[in-house]
């Protein structure tokens, strides 16, 4: 399984902008679909954002379409998940996943890898 580390996270106001990374430690990162999911407290864990392993593709649940901009860099073998226009109820722990040879769908099921997460805390 692919090592996953995610970074960035913090506390911002409302209305801010964050920028998360998730490095992958392999040099097959290319390989990978890569998702974003987030967890608040006392709630389950819910689809965010995701990628194909070419970048050609994306996906973004409706509660961040628009707001939310997910990318990666294969040289890197990092995906990025920019966030603007943060909103309290995006507080949550951001949780980066990989998907071998997926193509990127909203099911956490389908993602072997995961991060330890990163916490983004919103505040009004």
């Known amino acids: 399984q692919v090592q996953l580390v995610e970074s960035g996270g913090g506390l911002v106001q409302a209305g801010g902008s964050l920028r998360l990374s998730c490095a992958a430690s392999?040099?097959?990162?290319?390989?990978?679909?890569m998702g974003w999911f987030r967890q608040a407290p006392g709630k389950e864990r819910e689809f965010v954002a995701a990628?194909?392993?070419?970048?050609?593709?994306?996906d973004y649940a409706d509660s961040v379409k628009g707001r939310f901009t997910i990318s990666r860099d294969n040289a890197k073998n990092t995906v990025y998940l920019q966030m603007n226009s943060l909103k309290p109820e995006d507080t949550a722990v951001y949780y980066c996943a990989a998907d071998w040879w997926g193509v990127g769908r909203p099911i956490s099921s389908e993602y072997e890898s995961w991060g330890q997460g990163t916490q983004v805390t919103v505040s009004s």
């Open positions: 990628i194909s392993r070419g970048g050609g593709r994306t």
């Open positions: 392999e040099r097959t990162f290319a390989s990978y679909a």
